[in-house]
Nanobody, 126 residues
Framework: QVQLVESGGGLVQAGGSLRLSCAASGRTFSSYAMAWFRQAPGKEREFVAGISWSGGSTYYGDSLKGRFTISRDNAKNTVYLQMNSLKPEDTAVYYC???????????????????WGQGTQVTVSS
């Protein structure tokens, strides 16, 4: 069993920044890839960013690279999402998730993830 706890969400003005954290417990954190997804009201949950077990490879959703940066600290069992130049359309609940397979499967599909956090709300005002 894996427990994931997100934090760092909140209300920010357009153009501002937030840093989300996801603390993991219950499994060897460094053994699996991680990702952030987000879900806005009335929309599907969408891929935001993913990172390999070592941190050596990162992946981003369309149009997010350059504004968002995913990173991890395996010593702290934590994955981060730095979000800069935030826009109102970034408003959503943000979830972290563990990837089911270390070496196979697409980072972009939510079906490849087996454990999810409870989410943290990010609201960007215009």
């Amino acid at each position: 069993q894996v427990q994931l706890v997100e934090s760092g969400g909140g209300l920010v003005q357009a153009g501002g920044s937030l840093r989300l954290s996801c603390a993991a417990s219950g499994r060897t954190f460094s053994s699996y890839a991680m990702a952030w997804f987000r879900q806005a009201p009335g929309k599907e949950r969408e891929f935001v960013a993913g990172i390999s077990w070592s941190g050596g490879s990162t992946y981003y959703g369309d149009s997010l690279k350059g504004r968002f940066t995913i990173s991890r600290d395996n010593a702290k069992n934590t994955v981060y999402l730095q979000m800069n130049s935030l826009k109102p359309e970034d408003t959503a609940v943000y979830y972290c998730a563990t990837k089911r397979s270390r070496y196979s499967g697409s980072y972009y599909s939510k079906m490849e993830y087996d454990y999810w956090g409870q989410g943290t709300q990010v609201t960007v005002s215009s």
